[in-house]
């Protein structure tokens, strides 16, 4: 398996060391030498250069939210950016990622499964960094800029690491995503926005205001307000009193970075003084981390006001940025380049955007709250009290919103870049002479409570269901024959690492060889419209991530499910769950397992919930799908394995599609009730994944992925074991969450084993 320079890596993560210990939030911070690069490869005389790529992921948004796709239930999100992009290139209709947001991610980027990279499902602050993208592996903007020459930036989400959250296991540090291959980074490293700050800033007691923001007397008469002061991070303000030019004083506010100070006309230095700037709120604050193009690193807080404003909005605005500074170079300096943009909406928590990005402002004025969780199954809608089933209908709404504001965001960066132009009327129109191929898609399903018809919202984000893993692919640009059409074979997110390189130009098939990727090649089905199948079939899997210690349970009741995936009350509550962790209000020692949930709820009669698969894993060929799953056993030691068979397909008609539903399972009444096809496929199935998870090495003492003990092993331990580090590493080869002498002594008892004899 190929790997970077170890020189390189050593390098760079020593020049880590020292700009993390020198900055912080001080922008001015400048490092010793600038980052160590290596020369990329020149194209052949008189060759004209790759495209430029532009890679944009939405986050928790399944194919069952787009028009383009034929879906979006009975009244579909207004997506007239997305669906203008959509009708100038390709769409692929039967694409898969994994079931949450980092395994997908990072097959995006290093082309393999979970089981050979190590990230099994979202990276939490208690995931050891066996679980997050190694910097040894080569990466997808290393591999760009190497053999092609391209300029790689990043920016918005995209959760490859761990962040501050967890210091002790985020050893890459500020400088991560720079030691894994970008030339440029912007954005969070966290998995998601913070918790909305229900104090509005520090004015009003915590769960005043649900929105994070003061609303109007209309529609909180006890707690709302109509005019005050807005005042800014950089210590301005702005009296807003009057209704015509500010009819939502404390929305406007929050929208321009503001907190309101209500009821008041009134400016005072104390008051400002008292408002909260440092605590986030939602999609209108961030903590930004930056890699500068000349190795210069800096932290934006939430206080700054460069990072105060609309999450989507200023992602945008520096993806903008970047590009037009790529465009503005001197000829002489011009090279292709890659961004990818992961936007953070649509994740928990659920949060309106701006009106003015909407196709409909006012519908969004008009709501009274901001989707908040409902407690009800949604199977059982029909029985919602009132006030529930407003609430449920009120989340949707806001989710609908965000796709909206992100379509909206879209269409401002395409034109501004020059992938498109307006019409006369307004309309978004496909330029076809720009040189930027566009890739559109999405980490994983959409999230339970937002799922539309006909897709299952009890089978969505975090399983392995169609509602899961079914996600969008759009790819448009100068390579694209015969646009405005669908492909309908298997795609997989491990393939995208090969759809980039061959858009590059880039000898992919000795790319996949060299890395050993699970990547599948997608770039000749953009140059033939007539392409056959490349993948024989399709493969996705969610797992538990090791940690220092399991997360605390959280009761989703929407799915009367019980996982032990949230690390903090406030991310459970996030994604409508109920929280039996540290704090919670029927034990303050919080409970152990969920296990431990069942024990208590049937002892006041009550059902037992359904509990979160350990393991889980699927794989399918074109018409049928095989199930693994493997629950916590709560009466004896090990896991409870069962399998599971559909028939499926990705028909555009909803009323033809076929879905892995609770009652579509055709092992529900035994094996031996399959007719002979159905059991020819259900024995294929079976063996081919037995066989895909026999292809993963375990081979111990190599920390970095060559499938060698050796002496670089040895070298690259004493790096991370050394005293200023010493904590969770790829070379925590026993998962204790310490690097130390216990691992070496793992090294060298393996030393000199070579483990590639076994691909």
């Avoid at 393991?615 to 018409?623: A, I, L």
């Avoid at 030691?637 to 028939?647: A, C, D, V």
Wanted: aromatic share 8%; with cysteine.
């Amino acid at each position: 398996m190929k790997q970077p320079s170890q020189l390189r890596l050593i390098m760079l993560l020593m020049m880590g060391t020292l700009l993390i210990a020198g900055c912080g939030s001080d922008s001015d911070s400048t490092p010793d030498e600038p980052p160590v690069n290596v020369d990329p490869e020149e194209p052949p005389v008189g060759q004209d250069p790759p495209p430029n790529i532009l890679f944009l992921v939405i986050d928790d948004v399944g194919i069952d939210q787009f028009s383009a796709f034929g879906y979006g239930g009975a009244t579909p999100a207004n997506t007239l950016s997305i669906n203008t992009i959509a009708e100038a290139g390709v769409r692929f209709r039967n694409t898969w990622s994994m079931p949450t947001c980092s395994p997908t991610r990072v097959s995006f980027f290093d082309g393999r499964y979970p089981f050979r990279n190590g990230v099994h499902n979202a990276i939490l602050s208690t995931d050891l960094a066996n679980a997050q993208m190694s910097p040894y592996a080569t990466s997808l903007p290393e591999v760009l800029r190497d053999k092609a020459g391209y300029v790689n930036g990043l920016i918005g989400k995209m959760h490859l690491t761990g962040s501050d959250l967890g210091p002790d296991n985020h050893p890459l540090g500020d400088e991560a995503m720079r030691v894994l291959g970008w030339d440029y980074f912007a954005g969070y490293l966290d998995g998601a926005p913070y918790p909305i700050d229900t104090t509005a800033g520090g004015i009003a007691p915590e769960g005043t205001y649900q929105c994070g923001w003061v609303p109007v007397t209309s529609l909180d008469a006890e707690h709302g307000a109509d005019f005050g002061v807005c005042y800014f991070a950089d210590g301005s303000h702005t009296v807003m009193d009057d209704p015509n030019t500010y009819p939502t004083p404390g929305r406007t506010c929050v929208e321009q970075g503001g907190i309101l100070d209500p009821n008041t006309t009134v400016y005072s230095e104390d008051r400002f003084a008292e408002l909260r700037f440092d605590v986030q709120n939602g999609y209108y604050t961030g903590e930004w981390k930056v890699n500068d193009m000349d190795g210069n690193d800096y932290t934006l807080t939430p206080a700054d006001p460069e990072a105060r404003g609309y999450r989507t909005t200023l992602e945008t605005d520096r993806a903008i940025n970047w590009i037009k500074a790529m465009q503005e170079r001197p000829a002489d300096e011009q090279t292709p380049w890659m961004l990818s943009l992961g936007y953070s909406a649509l994740h928990a928590p659920l949060q309106p955007p701006p009106a003015a990005l909407l196709p409909n402002p006012d519908a969004m004025l008009s709501l009274a709250g901001c989707g908040t969780p409902v407690a009800s199954r949604l199977a059982d809608v029909g029985v919602m009290d009132p006030t529930e089933l407003a609430e449920f209908a009120e989340q949707r709404i806001v989710v609908q919103h965000m796709l909206e504001a992100i379509d909206y965001e879209m269409g401002r960066l395409f034109e501004s870049v020059g992938i498109a132009t307006r019409d006369d009327e307004g309309n978004l129109v496909y330029n076809e002479e720009s040189n930027i191929v566009v890739v559109i898609t999405a980490d994983n399903g959409t999230y339970m409570p937002s799922v539309k018809a006909p897709f299952d919202p009890l089978r969505a984000k975090g399983s392995l269901y169609q509602s899961g893993v079914w996600v969008p692919l759009i790819v448009a640009g100068p390579t694209v024959v015969e646009p405005d059409r669908d492909v309908p074979h298997m795609i997989n997110s491990t393939d995208l690492f090969r759809l980039f390189t061959g858009i590059a130009g880039i000898d992919d098939e000795g790319v996949a060889a060299e890395l050993n990727l699970d990547a599948q090649a997608v770039f000749p089905y953009l140059e033939n419209p007539d392409h056959p199948p490349i993948r024989d079939y399709n493969y996705a899997e969610l797992a538990l991530n090791p940690n220092n210690s399991p997360p605390p349970p959280c009761v989703l009741p929407q799915a009367n499910l019980c996982v032990q995936i949230f690390p903090q009350k406030e991310v459970c509550e996030d994604q409508s769950g109920v929280w039996y962790g540290p704090g919670n209000e029927i034990d303050p020692d919080g409970f152990t397992s969920c296990c431990a949930v069942n024990t208590y709820l049937e002892g006041l009669g009550e059902p037992k919930l359904s509990l979160f698969p350990e393991q889980q894993f699927t794989f399918r060929d074109g018409e049928y799908k095989l199930v693994r799953l493997a629950r916590p056993n709560c009466d004896a030691e090990g896991l409870i394995h069962t399998e599971e068979l559909y028939e499926v397909n990705e028909s555009p008609n909803p009323m033809e599609l076929k879905l892995d539903r609770e009652d579509a399972n055709l092992l529900a009444d035994g094996e031996e009730n399959l007719n002979a096809e159905q059991l020819a496929r259900l024995t294929a199935l079976r063996s081919g994944l037995d066989a895909l998870l026999a292809t993963k090495v375990e081979c111990p003492g190599d920390g970095n992925g060559d499938l060698l003990v050796d002496q670089s092993d040895l070298d690259e331990w004493e790096y991370w074991a050394a005293p200023e580090r010493g904590k969770s590493s790829w070379y925590d080869l026993n998962l204790d969450g310490i690097t130390d002498a216990a691992d070496k002594a793992i090294i060298e008892e393996n030393f000199g084993n070579d483990c590639r004899v076994s691909l």
